[in-house]
């Protein structure tokens, strides 16, 4: 048996898709510098906190004051004992952010993503999932037992003649509002429509979208100005913007209270450090007023676009940047290149991303200067 999983990891390894994680402890300050096991300085470009606010004193300071007193883990799943003040108050406060009338904390998008799927649908019901869905979306409805059926990537045609095929049970649109790899956005206003004519919820994925889009950090809703109640629900990490961990799916209060009944992933997990949702409650209106920090976002992202003018890089209007290499050899060369330039911007391959789609995922933080960018662009030159 040994034998075989040396064999499968060695064809990996050929094929350069071999994964590795590598120890990085961050350096002092605010800005993504950490330093490598041999102690060298990295300027990354790799970490979903865009708004800077993982190294957020207030974040610290909030966790220290909770877990200073009391337990730091809760112990329990949230409906056997587990529930604390911290996490009531987050839910409270997440939902009057958004204006929704509830919030249910799940332990992570992951399984926030695992369980949603199983517990509103029934094996009738059709899922229309979106081709560059993340694998937490897709393993949460196959998980679920519902039909699947994905669609080409925003491609509101393909989705249409899905839909318009007889079917029974209930139908389902799943996107993301900021796609993770492309960084580009679902066009939220028509796939609305969509639902509407043919009688379909919709569940929007808003990892990269919640404190990066609208003014207020509120996500598509609030950057395409439409009405937020059309949506049957909105999947927020916070692992990503709120420089946290965690994640919460907000709706209105019958859903939410379902989901309490029926999602496995939330009925069987055990709840979040209450320290961990005293310090997301802290990042909130962090992440609420940050428009300074948005707005350098996109002085840095029109920076990084106009420096790469010309090469191969996906258009997208959100800190997600994506230099598409093709090869997978290719995309590790040029990780490497950026590496011995003192830049972390890690290779990112299938099934992360299609087939021969391997490419470098810049991924900007309102933590960056445009100095930053300079270095960034300098070391892409050798690639
Ligand atoms: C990161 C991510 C998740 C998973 O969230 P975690 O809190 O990291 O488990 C879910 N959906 C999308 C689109 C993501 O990018």
Redesign the pocket.
């Known amino acids: 048996m040994e034998d075989g999983w040396a064999q499968a990891l060695a064809e990996r390894s050929a094929l350069g898709l071999l994964r590795q994680t590598e120890v990085l402890q961050p350096a002092p300050g605010m800005r993504p510098l950490y330093h490598d096991a041999a102690g060298r300085l990295l300027l990354s470009f790799a970490s ?1 906190d865009y708004l800077g606010l993982a190294r957020h004193p207030a974040l610290r300071e909030a966790a220290q004051q909770s877990f200073a007193v009391g337990e730091f883990g809760s112990g329990a799943a949230p409906l056997l004992g587990g529930e604390r003040r911290q996490h009531a108050e987050l839910a409270a406060a997440l939902a009057s952010w958004l204006g929704v009338e509830a919030v249910l904390l799940f332990g ?6 695992l369980g949603v799927f199983g517990a509103l649908t029934s094996a009738q019901d059709h899922l229309f999932l979106d081709r560059l ?2 694998a ?2 897709i393993d949460g409805a196959r998980l679920s037992g519902a039909r699947l059926q994905r669609f080409r990537h925003n491609d509101l045609e393909h989705l249409e003649t899905l839909l318009r095929k007889p079917r029974s049970g209930r139908a389902w649109i799943v996107s ?1 509002g900021v ?2 790899m492309d960084g580009d956005l679902a066009p939220l206003p028509e796939l609305l429509a969509l639902a509407q004519r043919y009688d379909a919820a919709l569940i929007l ?1 808003e ?2 979208a919640f404190g990066v889009l609208g003014r207020e950090g509120r996500g598509s809703v609030e950057h395409w100005q439409c009405d937020g109640d059309a949506l049957i629900l909105r ?1 927020g ?4 913007a709120f420089g946290s ?3 919460f799916v907000a709706s209105s209060a019958f859903p939410i209270c379902w989901l309490q009944q029926a999602a496995r992933s939330y009925l069987f997990h055990t709840a979040l450090p209450a320290s961990l949702a005293a310090a997301t409650l802290a990042a909130l209106p962090l992440l609420q007023q940050a428009q300074d920090r948005r707005e350098h976002l996109q002085r840095l992202r029109q920076r990084l676009q106009a420096g790469l003018h010309g090469r191969p890089f996906l258009p997208s209007q959100t800190p997600i940047q994506g230099l598409i290499l093709g090869s997978n050899a290719a995309a590790l060369a040029a990780a490497a290149a950026l590496r011995a330039a003192g830049i972390y911007c890690p290779a990112v391959r299938p099934p992360t991303v299609p087939q021969g789609q391997a490419r470098l995922r810049i991924s900007l933080s309102a933590a960056h200067s445009i100095e930053d960018i300079e270095q960034l662009l300098h070391a892409l030159e050798r690639v």
């Not at 992570?108 to 993503?113: C, D, K, Q, T």
């Open positions: 979903n992570s998008g992951y399984l926030a993503n869905a993340h937490s979306l993301e796609f993770s994925d990892a990269h999947i990490t916070l692992g990503k961990y965690g994640a």
